[in-house]
């Protein structure tokens, strides 16, 4: 069901939630009724309902943009001597093909430059 269309999405405050709930605790009206005067849904409400009987006010913060964990992206796997052997390795071996072709690379990333090595060798 969702929001109604053409209606903003309000963020609503920590003491506007603890009032809507309270209000719905005290009047002993419908939940249905509650989340149209208030342009929610009854969804939304029942949520916040819950949390607010089980933790009181503080449940009704908002976890929006909260991290639950400290990582991001994939775990970096620990690497064992060997396979950091064949990593040095590869590179090696990326850097005799390069020679071999007549460049060399300098820099990293967006700074990253190919310098020819034949001009250098016929002089």
Known sequence: MGRQKETKNNMRTLEEKAAIVEEYLNENTSTWKIAEKYGITQQLFRKWKTKYLKNGINGLISQTGKSRKNKTGRPKKTKTEE???????????????????????????????FVTTFDLNTK
């Open 83 to 113: 396979e950091k052997l064949k990593r040095e390795i590869i590179k090696l071996e990326i850097e005799v093909a390069r020679l071999k072709k007549g460049y060399l690379v300098k820099g990293v990333g967006a700074k990253k430059e």
